[in-house]
């Protein structure tokens, strides 16, 4: 395949690393790389090897894998205009992953030489894959688990190393104080004050250790992540509050950077990015306009790389219907008939309750229903279930004194009346708490709220109009049992699925769903226009061989 200069120019010049490069900038850049090519399941490098080319994806793709006790696993997949290779370079050590093709591709390289004098000929770009580097490492230590399948981290960002050292100082200055009472026994203060003031001492240099490593463990645990598909805030305050804030990138309409007098010296400052009617913020963030960079220049090329894919598939289209045009004898068609669909049988409305009497989560034919935690329940039923024990342990106080077969009819009847309406009482609000169901199905989420004898509120929304989605757990007590509440911004309103286990895995299982329904839309979209197109080449090739041969 031959490539010219000027197709790698518009590849370097839609890419984020090289964003602000003039033309003839990007001319000089582009003459430094060589093309190549490479079949599927080609290895680029190895895992170990010394790092020696810079590489650009220019078509196909390429699988990111590293070994993890002895097993390949996969990292991410870079498709066109990714680049990888830069971590070795830059760092000067071996290869710590191994790419292999996964998909016939054309890449792009350039020599450790001449990537070097990138670098010192361009300060910006070399930032920017420094930051590319750094964020990769980091998301692959960091694991997290709410990444998709073949979602790729660009950028991880914290909030200013200033504010963690601002966050230390009152810990610190405990340290002191505490360190030089644990040295009143060599000013001689006397016995009794000097062991008094070691010993409280130990007690405040322990405090001060643990108050600056829960301060300095808050500020790593706060993140501003973009990936090639969103955008994220991650925040976590040990012990007391959770949360995840996300957006796709085609759903972002705009950045915000706010810096006050300090942010402007030091270079950090406030980053809203704002979607069609909800924000994500993230304050004190350290180089607020690089991030704001790298997510204007990931949603340009996420644009870009969906056009192209669309443009390739629209190719192979035409290609396969003016073949099947032109020698229809040469294809065979066969009506195959399909595997059965298997119908999962519907339980009774019995066996349906027992199965699902205390479950928190459940699925039946793709529709998950969540319900609200065990500690709702509990909470609700700590009146009646006072009173139950009260009761018994009346009944109980009369058995053992000998005194039950004296209670009069009557009171035996108040008794018995006392436990049915407690245990009613009970029944009650275990019913309130099983009827509020929260539900995400392929193309809806739903609200059901169902009172016991009352009245039934249903809200539902289709998962292509959710804007942003949110989650977070309150407080200390949410945080040890693992439960928070999710909120999903559709248009001007939101709906919250509140105190539901593992609001994490809620809101995962929420972003999974509308990824994959926006990706059948995309596909059914594009194969109907495809072959609309088709149809079209077709009927207008038609056209011209009519004119061409009037007599045929």
Not at 10 to 29: C, H, I, S, T
Not at 65 to 89: H, I, N, T, W
Not at 300 to 323: C, F, G, N, P, S
Request: a positive charge; charged letters at 25%.
């Amino acid at each position: 395949m031959e490539i010219y200069q000027v197709q790698v120019v518009n590849l370097l010049a839609r890419e984020y690393p090289f964003m602000g490069l003039d033309e003839e900038q990007l001319k000089e850049v582009a003459a430094r790389f060589q093309p190549m090519y490479r079949r599927k399941d080609k290895v680029i490098y190895r895992q170990g090897k010394p790092a020696k080319n810079f590489y650009i994806v220019y078509q196909g793709k390429v699988s990111v894998s590293r070994l993890v006790k002895k097993q390949d696993r996969e990292l991410y997949v870079l498709a066109s205009g990714d680049f990888f290779g830069d971590a070795g370079l830059l760092s000067g050590s071996s290869r710590n992953e191994t790419v292999k093709v996964i998909e016939d591709a054309t890449l792009l390289w350039m020599s450790k030489v001449d990537f070097q004098k990138l670098l010192k000929d361009y300060p910006k770009t070399k930032t920017i894959l420094q930051e590319t580097a750094r964020s990769r490492a980091l998301a692959v230590k960091r694991d997290f688990s709410w990444l998709k399948d073949r979602e790729t981290v660009f950028l991880i960002s914290r909030k200013h190393i200033i504010f963690m050292l601002l966050s230390l100082f009152f810990p610190s200055l405990l340290g002191l104080l505490s360190f030089l009472a644990m040295a009143a026994p060599i000013l001689q203060l006397g016995d009794s004050w000097s062991w008094l003031m070691f010993v409280g001492g130990m007690f405040g240099l322990f405090a001060a250790l643990l108050w600056g490593w829960w301060n300095w463990a808050n500020w790593e645990n706060d993140y501003f992540v973009v990936t090639n598909w969103r955008v994220l805030w991650l925040e976590k305050v040990i012990a007391l509050y959770e949360s995840r804030r996300e957006a796709r990138l085609d759903k972002t309409q705009s950045n915000n950077i706010t810096r006050p007098f300090w942010g402007r010296i030091l270079d950090y400052g406030t980053i809203q990015v704002n979607t069609f009617t909800g924000k994500i913020s993230m304050s004190r963030v350290d180089r607020p306009a690089l991030i704001a960079a790298y997510v204007d220049g990931l949603k340009e090329r996420a644009k870009v790389v969906t056009l192209e894919e669309d443009k390739q598939a629209i190719e192979d289209e035409l290609k396969q219907a003016y073949q099947l045009h032109q020698n229809p004898q040469e294809q065979e068609v066969h009506l195959v008939k399909g595997p059965a669909k298997k119908k999962s049988k519907k339980p009774g409305y019995l066996t349906g309750a027992l199965r699902t009497f205390l479950r928190l989560r459940y699925e039946y034919e793709g529709v998950i229903t969540y319900r609200k935690h065990w500690f709702v329940l509990i909470r609700k039923n700590i009146l009646p279930l006072v009173l139950l024990l009260v009761l018994a342990a009346l009944v109980v106080g009369l058995g053992l004194e000998g005194s039950l077969d004296n209670v009069a009819l009557g009171g035996g009847l108040c008794i018995s009346s006392l436990f049915l309406v407690v245990i009613g009482w009970m029944t009650y609000n275990y019913l309130d708490w099983a009827n509020d169901l929260y539900q995400l199905s392929p193309e809806y989420i739903n609200e059901l709220e169902r009172k016991p004898l009352g009245e039934e509120i249903v809200n539902s929304a289709k998962l292509e109009n959710i804007l942003s989605i949110e989650h977070e757990r309150g407080n200390l007590v949410r945080i040890i049992l693992d439960f928070g509440t999710v909120a999903i911004n559709v248009g001007d309103r939101q709906f919250t699925f509140n105190d539901v286990k593992n609001p994490g895995r809620v809101h995962q299982d929420i972003a999974n769903y509308q990824e994959a329904l926006n990706q059948r839309k995309r596909e059914a979209d594009g194969r109907r226009q495809r072959q609309q197109l088709a149809q079209w080449f077709i009927t207008n090739s038609d056209i011209e061989s009519e004119f061409e041969n009037p007599e045929s």
